[in-house]
Structures are given as C-alpha cells and as structure tokens.
C-alpha cells in the first residue's frame, strides 16, 4: 500500500518548500534577535505619585534609575514611598515588555512558535 501525501506536496517540490520555510523561519529569527538586542538597550520610564517617583528600566528588565522627589520622603510613611517606587517600576516594566511582544508580534506577523523568542 502507498502512502498518501497531502495535497500539494510532490517528491519534486517538497523538500524545497521545506528549505524555503527553513529559511523564513531563520530570517525571522534573525530580524527577532536583532530587535531584541536593540530593545534590550532602550530605556523605559514610568512615574507615580504624579511625578513625585520616577523609574527607568531597560528593554532586559533591569532597573537604571530611581528618581525621589523629596517632598515624597517622609519617615512617618515609608509604606506610601514604597507603593510609589514599586508602582513606577512596575509600570517601566510594563511598558518595555509591551513594546517587546509588539516588536516581535509585527515581526513574527503573530506567529507563536514555541522556542523562536
């Protein structure tokens, strides 16, 4: 009994199109990794308390910069000075990881493959 191939698929153009997917697949992978080196260096910056706290986070997630107003310091409420630093940071972070998916969303035209970024 021979076996069925699925339509479209002949022993002439099969493996090409398997070579072109191959190399789509590796394009794309290459145009991801690039853009992740590039948003890993971007900076991100969020505030809260209405300025009073500001953070800058990079695109690889790591904090740069935490700036305190001193009208925000008071030693009777350190809990709201670390709801406000915790806030922007979080915030920063959000920020850069959106752009990121975007990025590579656009990239990848929504494609989700398991291992590719």
């Known amino acids: 009994m021979k076996a069925r191939l699925p339509k479209g698929f002949n022993n002439n153009g099969g493996g090409q199109n398997i070579q072109q997917l191959a190399r789509q697949a590796q394009k794309m992978q290459e145009e991801m990794d690039e853009a992740s080196k590039e948003l890993d260096v971007k900076e991100y910056t969020a505030a809260a308390g209405g300025g009073a706290v500001e953070a800058v986070v990079t695109g690889a997630l790591e904090v740069k910069a935490l700036n305190i107003s001193k009208d925000v310091v008071d030693p009777e409420d350190i809990d709201m000075l670390g709801d406000l630093i915790?806030?922007?940071?979080?915030?920063?972070?959000?920020?850069?990881?959106?752009?990121?998916?975007?990025?590579?969303?656009?990239?990848?035209?929504?494609?989700n493959v398991p291992g590719l970024f």
Request: proline share 0%.
């Open 86 to 111: 915790m806030a922007a940071v979080n915030e920063a972070i959000r920020k850069a990881r959106d752009e990121k998916s975007a990025t590579m969303d656009r990239i990848s035209g929504g494609l």
